[in-house]
């Protein structure tokens, strides 16, 4: 697992930006996962600036995205189908049907799930998967407990889970579903590389706790130390509780 701690947010954003565009740069058909979430959102910005500047082309570049509310359809402005088209997709050329997003309203979810599996099957797989870490360990809705799902799944979301999302939601936890469609831990981990992205004051603890404490099914995170291949970028604040030898 490499670190790299960069002085703010804003500069670890763009690091992970560059790293993506080298990846498509390098490769581009890349299939790529993609996150949600505030921390994301720098990144996507970077991206579309990228973008703009014609240094990134993601005209053949295939996205799934992590997961996706239960109950929600495409079109709901809290949905995170929504969440894609405003802070990247609306901003960037990119062919819809390269576009993978769990459909959370599906009446079939079983069916859902495998529709999915079988489109990043079909596609050769992650190449690389991008993504951010809750405050209870998660990645994707995949929730601490005392068994994950390796494939992708309906999950049940924890309320803390659920109040960090409660910002779509008018701040208002209880109208965040309590279910969600998420890619699973193996699915993440069959990516051929991961990159996590970290920053601020609130991720210290469990940033500390996924890189050096013990991998446990209890803080899912922790399962990246299996990988081979991760990246982990972090601001410093959210470096702020790794102990220095941890650092290289
Ligand atoms: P956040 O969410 O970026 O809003 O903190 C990250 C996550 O839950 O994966």
Redesign the pocket.
Known sequence: MRIAILPTGREASAAVAQIIAGAVRARPGLVIGL?T????VRVYEELIALHARRRIDFRRVTTFNLDEFAGLTRRDPRSYHAFMRRHFFDHIQHDPARRFILNGAARDWRREVRRFERALLRAGGLDLCFV???RNG?LGFNEPGAALTARTHRARLQPE?RR?NAYLFGGNWRKVPADALSMGMGTILSARAVILLATGKSKASVVRRALSGPITTWLPASLLQLHPDVLVVLDREAAGAIRRTARR
């Open positions: 996150p979430g505030r921390t994301p951010g870490i809750g998660h889970s960090s």
